[in-house]
């Protein structure tokens, strides 16, 4: 299917917080999202609009203390523009050349400003993920048609060369899955008890705010645990932790996120020995270790011996380390068997990883694909994550957004009333608002499975700002 890009445009959406968010040395207690609205053609001459959004979060990107916040989202705009010209130019293409050159268009401005390239390829994950939306849009068709049908043209041996020959359509469920675990994530601010919480500092907002209150309010029953980089502080925070999750009378379900804060490998393994020690249980039910390493140390081979330490008491995969193509294979020579699915570095990236996952295991290996979210809200980011994750069939999810930011609050009028009355099953009503509908630790996906990633032409321009304008404010 030939695609030519006819035009794209750059909004942002500001939202408040309702509370603060700190992972690894960051705390962040505002967001603004970069949305992306592009225009496609077909050869045939149907025509769609597609969209994208991601937060501006540069610090997840590139942690680098002397870089300011200002810097860095100058950085991930500037990426998004050096894509969208890419795509601009490309002409009459497959929706993979397109992706094609939109990558490598990011990675040659990353390599000439001298910018991390986790960050430069974010500018070509939200223009493929637009491409793809205008596409299924045009074509009226979902993301897990597309997929079964090839009609991106991809050609995942491109990407890992031991995927010759491989079809993604005979790895994929037979079906999407129309209902996804919750992973809540515990922040490293976050009150772990009700009691906990100060009484200036209670929200009384009508949701949960402590873990205490999502464990009996949601029935979260899959956590995702924010640890510091110091094992004597994070074994403690964590003990209070399994102290509340051994009071209840149900399986549960952890995985660790290190954001990079651990330095040395021996400082983890204490930490870990620690926990098998003195909280079998809780110990028992982690489930892999996320990105504990800095990315300067992570893949180092001279630290491939600890590294498959570590690794042989509890699953290790990288994230904020997987900053190129090929970096998940270089991985797995390490000891690492898992890698992070997350919008923001790239769908088709996500894709060929999860056919290598597929392949590795049919081979004898132990390998897996986690999906993971940088603060996914509604309409765009979050519903399009959620048809993505469906679509590879992975049973739970890290979801924050509702977590942070409070339901559909900021959207406009319109928006939340579209959302609520195109997908009662994702989302509840309450007052003029509405949030996600979590029952039993799990969210109802099935009406997302619409044309293209499952936007379904809700977005308000109106309600966002021109991207250009509101830089020219933050600049004053």
Not at 227 to 244: K, M, S
Not at 435 to 448: K, N
């Amino acid at each position: 299917m030939q695609i030519t890009v006819k035009e794209i445009q750059f909004y942002v959406r500001e939202m408040p917080m309702r509370m603060p968010f700190k992972f690894g040395n960051v705390t962040i207690d505002s967001q603004t999202a970069l949305h992306v609205a592009m225009d496609v053609e077909l050869a045939d001459g149907r025509q769609a609009r597609g969209w994208a959004a991601d937060m501006l979060a540069p610090r997840w990107f590139d942690k680098d203390p002397n870089k300011t916040v200002a810097e860095g989202i100058r950085n991930l705009v500037e990426g998004a523009y050096a894509a969208a010209e890419a795509y601009r130019a490309g002409g009459r293409q497959s929706g993979f050349a397109l992706w094609r050159a939109g990558y490598e268009a990011g990675r040659a401005w990353g390599l000439a400003q001298g910018v991390d390239p986790l960050l430069a390829s974010n500018g070509g994950a939200l223009m493929e993920r637009a491409m793809i939306d205008g596409l299924g849009v045009a074509l009226n068709r979902s993301y897990f048609s597309l997929l079964q049908d090839n009609v991106l043209a991809l050609d995942l041996a491109q990407i890992h060369p031991e995927l010759v020959g491989v079809e993604l359509s005979a790895l994929l469920p037979p079906a999407p899955l129309r209902s996804l675990h919750i992973r809540h994530t515990v922040g490293l601010v976050d009150p772990i008890r009700t009691v906990d919480i100060a009484d200036d500092d209670r929200l009384h907002d009508g949701l949960p705010q402590s873990l205490q209150e999502y464990i009996t309010e949601q029935g979260v029953r899959y956590l995702k645990v924010k640890i510091g980089g110091d094992p004597v502080a994070d074994f403690e925070r964590l003990r209070q932790i399994a102290d509340l999750l051994d009071e209840g009378s149900f399986d549960y379900h952890i995985s660790l996120d290190g954001n990079e804060q651990y330095n040395d490998a021996g400082d983890l393994s204490v930490l870990l020995e620690r926990l098998e020690e003195r909280l079998p249980v809780f110990y028992g039910r982690i489930l892999y270790i996320e990105q504990p390493l800095d990315r300067s140390i992570s893949l180092d081979a001279g630290l491939a011996g600890d590294i498959r330490g570590i690794a042989a008491k509890r699953p290790m995969l990288i994230d904020e380390s997987d900053e190129t193509l090929e970096t998940f294979r270089q991985a797995l020579e390490l000891g690492y068997t898992g890698v992070s699915s997350k919008s923001c570095k790239g769908l088709i990236k996500a894709l060929a990883n999860y056919a290598l996952v597929h392949q590795l295991n049919d081979a004898g290996r132990n390998c897996f694909i986690t999906a993971e979210d940088l603060t996914t809200v509604p309409v765009v980011a979050l519903q399009q994550d959620l048809v993505h994750v469906a679509a590879l069939g992975i049973p739970h999810l890290e979801r924050n957004g509702h977590h942070y930011v409070r339901g559909l609050d900021h959207l406009s009028a319109s928006e939340r009333s579209l959302c609520l009355e195109r997908h009662g099953d994702l989302y509840r009503a309450e007052g003029d608002s509405g949030f996600l509908d979590i029952r039993e630790g799990q969210i109802e996906v099935g009406s997302l499975q619409g044309a293209g990633l499952g936007v379904d032409g809700v977005v308000d321009v109106a309600a966002m700002q021109p991207l250009d304008s509101w830089l020219r404010r933050i600049d004053e």
